[in-house]
């Protein structure tokens, strides 16, 4: 357990450290819209909190302004939400092509100093052709899989927050949900990553028939 949580923490290390590489201040305004975007669930339950509190205390005084602020409140919360997520798309888009363009002038330089007598072995062949057809949207993948870690973490801690104001047993009853749901992606990830691996060989082969059929 220790070994896969250092793993973890290497790999997100490593690609946090990838996506400054390409762009800092890209990456910036990702993480951050992120984060905003993920306080965005939190903050809507707070205010529906609010509201139902309003609407009992408004039918008692016959006073509606509360609950009618509220509501106005939760519309331009939803206005700000939607403009995250576009922002949020934004940036993610042009955060793949800062990426694919850092990968790319990478590869291109590893390669060119490589010796002739490297691509005589049909397995380095098969780490190339991986590099190329995995990079776009392993990349897409990678990037998603950090920044929705990124916004479910904060919405994660605001939730737990708002959830502690009303029952802690709420949070224990979610987390026995969310559990099987997590280990199931796990293993069908990595049973993916394995079936991609054991046929990346004949992919290449298929791949230089297509060029040559033509």
């Known amino acids: 357990m220790k070994k896969k949580l250092k793993n973890f923490g290497i790999e997100v290390k ?4 990838l996506l400054l590489k390409s762009s800092k201040k890209n990456t910036f305004f990702l993480i951050f819209t992120n984060i905003i975007s993920g306080l965005m669930i939190p903050v809507e339950i707070l205010i529906w909190k609010y509201f139902i509190d309003s609407v009992v205390v408004s039918i008692s005084s016959k006073k509606i302004f509360m609950p009618v602020l509220i509501l106005i409140i939760h ?10 997520i576009h922002m949020e798309s934004y940036f993610e888009e042009m955060e793949v092509d800062y990426i694919n363009k850092f990968l790319t002038g990478l590869t291109i330089n590893k390669t060119s100093k490589l010796e002739m ?3 005589d072995e049909k397995k380095n062949y098969d ?11 392993r990349l897409i993948n990678i990037l998603s899989m950090t920044m929705n870690f ?5 919405t994660l801690v605001g939730i737990v927050s708002v959830l502690l104001l009303l029952n802690g047993w709420i949070i224990i009853f ?7 749901s997590a280990l199931i992606s796990y293993k069908m990830s990595k049973k993916q990553y394995k079936i991609f691996n054991s046929r990346i060989e004949d992919l290449r082969k298929i791949t230089e028939i297509k060029k040559y059929s033509c």
């Open 174 to 180: 979610c987390l026995m949900i969310s559990v099987p």
């Open 117 to 119: 007598s490297y691509f």
């Open 127 to 137: 780490i190339i052709q991986k590099v190329n057809t995995e990079s776009t949207q």
């Open 150 to 154: 990124v916004r479910n973490f904060v």
């Open 75 to 84: 519309f331009c919360v939803g206005i700000v939400d939607n403009l995250i």
């Open 14 to 17: 490593s690609i946090i450290e």
